[in-house]
């Protein structure tokens, strides 16, 4: 008999070779053949059925399944997720861990400035808007982190070239640019680089060699350029320019919360919910913010930084 598995998450050569990997030797196929979206299989109804093979390929990581998959429109997305809350109950802790974490590291910055730094006369001229933008950095990558580390899922080598190579961009370009205004171009490219290819290559290797290469990539590139662009920036509204540049930055990362959900979690049965506490959370992002908040006081500073 001859049936048609769809698979919509075939997208490169690796794809094609992980799926023949999964069908090859296994009893009951006669023969296969793998075009764009889906999977032609001839195969002896009395060793094998289609939901057996539709298994096979699932357990690779990649959606199958008899019917063609449908992509919601953003406005469909959105709607399911205002009338489906147990389905998205990751997506809405995620809102919640953020909103709470960013909140409580607000309230011990302000603490700290007033027990430590009130009599300092220019301190939040020179630092405030800094340390503010690292916690926003900071708890935007660590909340997309913590997204991705909330389902246990095989990610394909397209998904996780993806993740490998956000995570290591909008890092180096976040904390680059931050630091890159408070320190100057070296400690800035020097921070950003090394902090984003950490994080590419943490995100990356979801998927193995393909992901990290991204991410690291990435991280170097994102790293030394976030820090040119607050060099350069200091010097030329600054001010204006960074919560435009901090709310696009965001904003791509929301969008990779998004694509995950998209391709590793809907229509994926295999896809488990493993939410990461919200202790863990927070307290990895009050130690990111306290180490990179003390660079910006306490750290060398050079070029134009070490004028101000």
């Known amino acids: 008999m001859n049936v048609k598995i769809y698979c919509p998450d075939m997208s490169c050569d690796s794809c094609i070779q992980t799926i023949c990997s999964a069908l090859e030797n296994t009893a009951g196929i006669e023969s296969f053949v793998i075009r764009h979206d889906a999977v032609d299989i001839s195969y002896d109804p009395s060793k094998i059925n289609p939901e057996m093979l539709i298994t096979k390929i699932q357990e690779k990581g990649y959606r199958a399944g008899l019917a063609p998959?449908?992509?919601?429109?953003?406005?469909?997305?959105?709607?399911d997720a205002l009338t489906n809350k147990e389905k998205y109950d990751v997506e809405y802790r995620m809102f919640r861990y953020s909103a709470l974490t960013f909140f409580i590291l607000l309230l011990l910055e302000i603490g700290t400035y007033l027990a430590l730094f009130?009599?300092?006369p220019a301190f939040l001229e020179i630092y405030g808007w800094w340390i503010f933008y690292i916690t926003v950095a900071v708890v935007s990558i660590g909340?997309?982190?913590?997204?991705?580390?909330?389902?246990q899922a095989t990610v394909t080598s397209m998904v996780g070239m993806m993740l490998g190579m956000t995570f290591g961009m909008q890092t180096g370009m976040m904390i680059g640019t931050i630091i890159g205004v408070s320190n100057g171009l070296f400690v800035g490219g020097m921070t950003g680089m090394i902090v984003a290819v950490g994080v590419g290559f943490y995100n990356g290797?979801?998927?193995?060699?393909?992901?990290?290469?991204?991410?690291?990539m990435a991280g170097v590139m994102g790293g030394v350029m976030g820090s040119m662009i607050g060099t350069m920036f200091r010097?030329?509204?600054i001010l204006y320019f960074m919560p435009v540049f901090m709310a696009i930055n965001i904003a791509v990362m929301w969008g990779l919360s998004y694509m995950l959900f998209e391709e590793v979690v809907e229509n994926k049965p295999t896809t488990k919910k493993v939410p990461v506490k919200?202790?863990?959370f927070f307290s990895y992002c009050l130690i990111v913010v306290?180490?990179?908040?003390?660079?910006?006081?306490?750290?060398p500073k050079t070029g134009l930084a070490a004028l101000a």
Do not use: N, Q
């Open 118 to 120: 009130d009599t300092h």
């Open 69 to 79: 998959f449908e992509r919601k429109t953003f406005k469909e997305r959105l709607r």
């Open 290 to 299: 306290s180490l990179l908040a003390a660079l910006i006081l306490y750290g």
């Open 278 to 280: 919200f202790a863990r």
């Open 235 to 237: 010097v030329d509204h």
């Open 143 to 151: 909340s997309a982190m913590w997204h991705m580390k909330s389902y």
């Open 205 to 216: 290797k979801r998927c193995g060699i393909m992901g990290v290469l991204e991410g690291m």
